[in-house]
């Protein structure tokens, strides 16, 4: 489990008033075999309460979901919210769900199979989200003594206008 809490204020001498909340959890369980299921569950909001959100919410405390780490039919960034222009704006608050299969081919050497589900809300009245993107995808591990080496696809069941079919992402270490 992983969490962080922000506070900005103007009573703590800050310039600006908000809260952003982050929250993860997952969950892997060996089944046998060189077999492995791992669920992950990410939930995050940023409020303005003392505030208004155009004057007191910095750009780059939205979330921009997508990535190797997030949702992997997407680049970094590229899942959250746009503008009627098609500028990334960022999200206030994110959902992000991930189920995940590996088999072990060798003791160094796995292929993977997952699926991403994120929801997303421009603003945060409309918490949860209200908007779902979701891909799913496999790849390769080959596991290393500073983590897995990633090569993974992930293909988008439904894309929005400028969103791309699929991304090929390729990192080092464990997803979530």
Request: without cysteine.
């Amino acid at each position: 489990m992983f969490s962080t809490i922000e506070l900005a204020t103007e009573y703590l001498a800050g310039d600006v008033n908000y809260q952003r909340f982050e929250l993860s959890s997952s969950w892997h369980q060996p089944l046998g075999g060189g077999r492995l299921l791992s669920l992950g569950l990410s939930h995050a909001v940023v409020l303005t309460v003392g505030g208004s959100a155009a004057q007191d919410l910095p750009f780059n405390k939205r979330f921009f979901p997508g990535g190797q780490n997030s949702i992997r039919g997407y680049t970094e960034g590229e899942a959250s919210p746009r503008d009627d222009q098609g500028r990334i704006i960022g999200a206030e608050t994110y959902t992000l769900g991930t189920v995940e299969f590996e088999q072990a081919l060798t003791p160094k050497w796995a292929l993977v199979v997952f699926s991403d589900s994120l929801g997303i809300a421009r603003q945060a009245a409309q918490y949860p989200f209200d908007t779902g993107l979701f891909s799913v995808g496999g790849g390769v591990r080959w596991k290393t003594i500073i983590g897995p080496v990633r090569l993974e696809y992930g293909y988008n069941l439904n894309p929005r206008p400028r969103d791309p079919v699929g991304t090929l992402q390729f990192s080092l270490g464990f997803p979530f």
